[in-house]
């Protein structure tokens, strides 16, 4: 997903990277939670949660710090590359399907 250009008098809103949909499923897989646990957590609709996950809706920057919240990890694990993630000691080897 790239990052629209602004609109004439409009400020763009900010893009976090395509890979957060895939850190996420590293980390649900990792926590054994489903899309709707996450949901829960976060407060949205299960919807809202599959449309984010597709890249059919952008993951900004609260979405990033709320998810962070909820898997206990830093913000800026979000910003690394997901194959870094999977070779981690701290994530299962198993993850590396995901």
Same mark, same amino acid.
């Given at each position: 997903?790239?990052?629209?250009?602004?609109?004439?008098?409009?400020?763009?809103?900010?893009?976090?990277?395509?890979?957060?949909?895939? !850190?996420? *499923?590293?980390?649900?897989?990792?926590? $054994?939670? #489903?899309?709707? /646990?996450?949901?829960?957590?976060?407060?949205?609709?299960?919807?809202? !949660?599959? *449309?984010?996950?597709?890249?059919?809706? $952008?993951? #900004?920057?609260? /979405?990033?710090?709320?998810?962070?919240?909820?898997?206990?990890?830093?913000?800026?694990?979000?910003?690394?590359?997901?194959?870094?993630?999977?070779?981690?000691?701290?994530?299962?080897?198993?993850?590396?399907?995901?």
């Amino acid at each position: 997903m790239k990052p629209q250009p602004a609109k004439p008098g409009r400020v763009a809103k900010p893009v976090i990277g395509e890979n957060v949909s895939r !850190i996420v *499923r590293i980390l649900l897989a990792r926590d $054994e939670m #489903r899309q709707q /646990d996450l949901a829960d957590a976060l407060d949205y609709e299960t919807g809202t !949660i599959t *449309r984010k996950m597709k890249g059919e809706r $952008e993951w #900004r920057l609260n /979405d990033v710090v709320s998810l962070a919240e909820v898997f206990e990890v830093p913000v800026s694990l979000f910003f690394e590359e997901p194959d870094t993630l999977v070779r981690n000691k701290c994530f299962r080897p198993a993850l590396a399907a995901v």
